[in-house]
């Protein structure tokens, strides 16, 4: 049996979240002891370990999260809404899209709020923010959209994933991170995503966006003793202008460990220090694993 103080602890949640899951949903009933104090079983423990899987990992509300515990409890079968590896999302990406064309950015608002109360938002973002962003670009790029439409969805898509980084706590034990796109870089969905990733795992990130000059950067980096710099490069760069810029930024911190992905570089690239993000997912965990060994 453990007290609120333990759970807390060993989960990693503020006791205020432990009671208002609690009191508000009925997510675990604890018991009590003489004292009147709460008490918690192992399989209290396991129940919030589960439903705050679902609401960090999945981004599952906590109302929903609680109803699918109830059904998985009943032995019944339980589907994570969003989740379907056969589902397409070609109809909100068709949706979004045309409101994009429109220039319509109350409708893409809406279009988004919808979508993020439907879905987990990592399905959001990997399922119809990444696909719709795509097909934005080709159209410009085909000369069917124009550099407005395509700046209103990329301005209206990175204030939704700023939202999101916020939500993350940060342990000051993990290395210190800063993210950047190199001077003349606007593009920096990519960036944004890989930061999210960083900070659903609690890494303190220091995001500083597209467009940043190398100039005076290897002195920040050492003075706020980072230890990890995530760049993308959507623009193509040659391995001497890639090490020009890693040179440059392990100037004052040779320790500095560096992780750059996007259009612009290949994986083939042989760089010191330097580590290839792709352009999924899919490598994520293993790279940066491989990184903070």
Request: with cysteine; hydrophobic share 40%; charged share 25%.
């Amino acid at each position: 049996m453990y007290n609120i103080k333990a759970v807390s602890k060993i989960l990693d949640m503020p006791t205020v979240t432990i009671r208002a899951w609690e009191n508000r949903y009925q997510a675990i009933t604890p018991g009590r002891n003489d004292s009147g104090h709460r008490v918690y079983t192992e399989e209290n423990l396991k129940d919030l370990k589960w439903l705050k899987k679902q609401v960090q990992e999945n981004g599952i509300n906590i109302g929903q999260a609680v109803k699918l515990l109830r059904e998985k409890k009943q032995n019944k079968t339980v589907s994570l809404p969003g989740w379907s590896a056969a589902q397409s999302f070609d109809m909100q990406i068709d949706e979004l899209f045309e409101a994009v064309e429109e220039l319509d950015s109350v409708k893409c608002d809406l279009l988004l709020d919808l979508y993020f109360s439907q879905f987990p938002y990592r399905t959001v973002l990997h399922s119809i923010v990444v696909p719709l962003m795509n097909k934005v670009g080709e159209a410009w790029g085909e000369g069917f959209l124009h550099v407005v439409n395509e700046h209103m969805i990329s301005n209206l898509v990175q204030q939704r994933i700023m939202k999101l980084l916020n939500v993350f706590p940060v342990s000051e034990e993990l290395p210190k991170v800063i993210a950047f796109c190199p001077d003349g870089e606007e593009h920096q969905l990519g960036l944004l995503m890989f930061t999210l990733f960083l900070r659903e795992r609690r890494y303190p990130v220091h995001y500083i966006g597209a467009n940043t000059p190398l100039e005076g950067l290897g002195e920040l980096i050492h003075e706020k003793g980072i230890e990890i710099a995530a760049l993308s490069v959507s623009e193509k760069m040659n391995e001497s202008e890639i090490n020009h810029i890693v040179k440059t930024l392990q100037m004052h911190t040779p320790y500095l460990k560096i992780m750059i992905g996007g259009m612009g570089v290949k994986e083939s690239m042989r760089v010191r220090k330097c580590w290839y993000i792709a352009p999924n997912e899919t490598n994520w965990e293993d790279t940066l694993q491989d990184v903070i060994q």
